[in-house]
């Protein structure tokens, strides 16, 4: 492989050679393959943008097939500067090495800028506090390997490379990783642990939230019951699957919606006739759900890791007054 720099020094020119094992494979495919660090969208988008020749002629097609002595050059230019401000906003790293960070995500920060969310978001925090994360995994997103909603607090794991972004996003949904919340639901299951097997999608009555349909994507939540109080339950919870909302949908479909959940479950705690009970449940002015630990591969050794964040001071407080 060769790498060279084009005439104005910010562009960088690589060449490779299609080994014999790459024949016939698509050129998208094959380049993904050779330059395992970048991402194969990101790689198909240099095709397009005309940056990759084949010997003489400039590839066309992401689709195009290679062949074994085909010569490769593809210009990288340089990242395109962010649009997202980095802004000096409070943030609890748990772990940081060269390819991760790992983040204690409080309630009411959201993930990343959107509508009604231009800034003050994790992500203008994370360009502040983590550097060399611009572009990575896009950039209104970057380093972003999954979300938690904007009231859930927890462990967050944050990619710092797009090697390690495409190898967490790989290992995500399959059993290498694990998800466990703590939620406080009203009432209490009647089984002290069970499996919640529904499928969720676009609630038909209101398109802007989810619900247990027919024809929904398959989502799977394991629970088990950790305390009981009058009226009020501590679950633990570990996601299978990764639907939107799921263990708030889950948990209203089985019949005990999430404390303080203002989509899902509503203030149910003002028909309980008992005003201590009453008096903590309000002190909740969020969904009750907490993300508690994680457990992932690390991109670069492959090696399991586990990360654990203390229940939030306000879910403390209740269960103090339940108690």
């Known amino acids: ?61 992401p689709s195009e097939r290679v062949a074994s002595g085909d010569s490769i050059e593809v210009t990288f230019p340089p990242p395109a ?17 060269d390819d991760i960070a790992v983040i204690d995500k409080p309630a009411g920060l959201v993930v990343h800028p959107a509508a009604g ?20 995994g896009g950039e209104i ?30 290992a995500w949904g399959t059993p290498a990783v694990r998800k466990e919340y703590l939620a406080l ?26 619900a247990v349909v027919a024809g929904g994507r398959q989502a799977t939540t394991d629970y088990e019951l950790l305390e009981k109080h009058p009226h009020v339950s501590l679950l633990r919870c570990v996601l299978r699957t990764g639907r939107t909302h799921q263990i708030r ?21 003002r028909g309980i006739p008992d005003k201590t009970i009453q008096r903590a449940l309000s002190l909740m002015d969020r969904q009750a759900l907490h993300a508690s630990r994680l457990t992932f591969p690390h991109p670069s050794t492959g090696q399991p890791m586990t990360f654990e964040a203390e229940m939030p001071e306000d879910m403390r407080e209740v269960l103090a007054e339940l108690k």
């Open 1 to 61: 492989m060769f790498t060279t720099l084009s005439d104005d020094s910010s562009s960088e020119v690589r060449t490779v050679v299609v080994p014999e094992t790459l024949a016939g494979e698509r050129l998208d495919r094959a380049l993904s393959a050779l330059f395992p660090e970048r991402s194969r969208s990101n790689l198909a988008r240099l095709v397009e943008l005309g940056h990759v020749r084949i010997g003489a002629r400039a590839a066309t097609k």
């Open 81 to 97: 500067p962010s649009s997202v401000e980095s802004q000096n906003l409070p943030l609890t790293i748990l772990y940081e090495d």
């Open 117 to 136: 969310h231009p800034d003050e978001t994790l992500v203008n925090a994370l360009l502040f506090h983590v550097g060399g994360l611009s572009g990575v």
């Open 141 to 170: 997103r970057p380093g972003i390997v999954h979300r938690l909603d904007k009231d859930t607090s927890g462990v967050m794991i944050i990619a710092k490379s797009d090697a390690a972004h495409r190898a967490l996003t790989a």
């Open 185 to 210: 639901v009203y009432g209490t299951p009647a089984r002290s642990t069970g499996t919640i097997d529904a499928p969720i999608g676009r609630d038909p009555r209101d398109r802007k939230r989810m």
């Open 249 to 269: 949908v889950h948990l209203k479909h089985l019949g005990h919606p999430i404390v303080g959940d203002p989509v899902y479950g509503g203030p149910q705690w």
